[in-house]
C-alpha cells in the first residue's frame, strides 16, 4: 500500500540545535585555501558517556584541526591525513542528533548538520537470541541463546540501556546485561509469543510490563497494572507488536493488516481511537510501529508502521501518511522485520531506523545519521529479528 508524500512543515528542533531539513552541508570560509567538506562520521552513534573514538572522513582537513559536536563541545582532532581526523567524543546531557563541524586552523569551516546520534544503545536480536551493539553500542553480557533455533521474539531495554530482557516464542522472559530480575510471565509451552513492553519506570531492579501473544492477549508480569480492553482474536495469531504510551496508562497492539487496536491499564481509561492509518485489508504485511515521544491522551497520538516492503507510513495525529518514499532495502520482498524512532523525535518531524531480516539498517526521516551494524548484517539469510533502541 502507498500513499501519497507530504511534506512537514518547519524545521525540526533538537536539544537546541535547529535543523533545516537536510542532512548536508554548511560551509563558512574567509581564505584562499580549499574549503573543508565533511562527508561521513564513523561510527554515527554512540553513549551519552562519551569517550567513544570515531573518524570524520571528509576532505581538505588540516593539522590541527578540531571538531565540533554541536554547540556542546568542541574537541581537538587527530589528523590521520587530509580526509580524515580521529576525536574523542564528549559526554553529552541527553538523547539526540547533532551537528559535527570541523573547522581548520585557518578559519574555514564545515558541517554534517546530522551527523552524529547521542543513544543509550542500538541492538540487533537475532532469531537466536544474540545481541548485537550497533553503531558503537557498548556490548552487553548474559542473555539466552537458542543455536539453530529461531525462537527469539523480541527484546526491550531499560531507560538506562544497563539490563533488559529478551522473549522467546513460549513466553519466557531472560534478563541480559545488569538485570538483576527474571520476571515470570505468561508461559504457552508452544510458539505464539510474539512480543514484550516495559513500564516506563522499569528498572533492572523493578521490571514490570507486559506480553503480547499472537491472537491479541495482552499479558501483566512483574506486578504490572492488570491491562483491559484489548483486541482479542482467538485461534487467529494476527497480532504483532505492542507499544505503550509514554506515560504507561495504556497502549496499542498493531495487527498484520496494519490496524491499531487500543488498551488501557489499571483504572486508567482507554486511549484515543486512532482513524488514520495505513491499512492492508486481508494482507498480512504490517509488521512494527513506533509511538511519538510525546504523543499522549490530551495532545493526540501519532506514530509510524513499517510493511515488510520497506515502507513507512504514519498514523494518528501526524501530518503525513506516507512519510518517507517506502520500499527501500530488498525493495520487493517481504524482508523487513523492525523499525524504531529516533530518541525525541517529535511528532512533527519523526525519523529513524527500519531493518530488514538480513540486519540491515536504513535511516527514515531527514535528519538522523546512518547506523552501521556492527553486529551483522548476514546476507540473504533471514534471521534479524528485532531492532532495540533506548
Known sequence: MRRGLLAFAGAALLLGTAYAGSAGQSVSASATAPLPIVATVQPSTGPLSGGQSVIVSGQNFQTGATVGFGTWATMPGQWIDSAHLRVTTPSFPNEGVISITVTNPDGQSASAQNGYAYLHGIYTLDGFGGLHPDGGSAPVSGGAFWPGWKIARAAVLTSD?????VLDGYGGLHPFGSM??????????WDIARDVALLPASSIFEAQGYTLDGWGGVHAFGGAPPPHGFAYWPGWSIAKKIRLLPDGTGGYVLD?????????????PMPPL?????????????????????????TGIGGVTLDGLGGV???????????????????????????????QAPLADLAGWTMDGYGGIYPFGRWVPPVRPLGGSWPNWDIAVSLVVQ
Not at 496494519?258 to 483504572?267: D, E, I, N, R, T
Not at 511519538?292 to 490530551?298: D, E, G, I, P, Q
Open 161 to 165: 540501556n544497563s539490563g533488559g530482557l
Open 256 to 268: 498484520g493488516y496494519g490496524g491499531l487496536h487500543g488498551f488501557a491499564v489499571g483504572s486508567n
Open 180 to 189: 538483576t530480575v527474571q520476571p515470570a510471565a505468561a508461559y504457552f509451552g
Open 313 to 343: 507510513h504514519a498514523f494518528g495525529n501526524v501530518n503525513s501518511v506516507t512519510l518517507f518514499p517506502p520500499y527501500i532495502g530488498s525493495s520487493v520482498r517481504d524482508t523487513f522485520r523492525a523499525l524504531t524512532l529516533a530518541p
Open 274 to 298: 486512532i482513524t488514520t492509518y495505513a491499512y492492508w485489508g486481508g494482507s498480512d504485511i504490517a509488521r512494527d510501529f513506533a509511538i511519538a515521544y510525546n504523543s499522549s491522551a490530551a
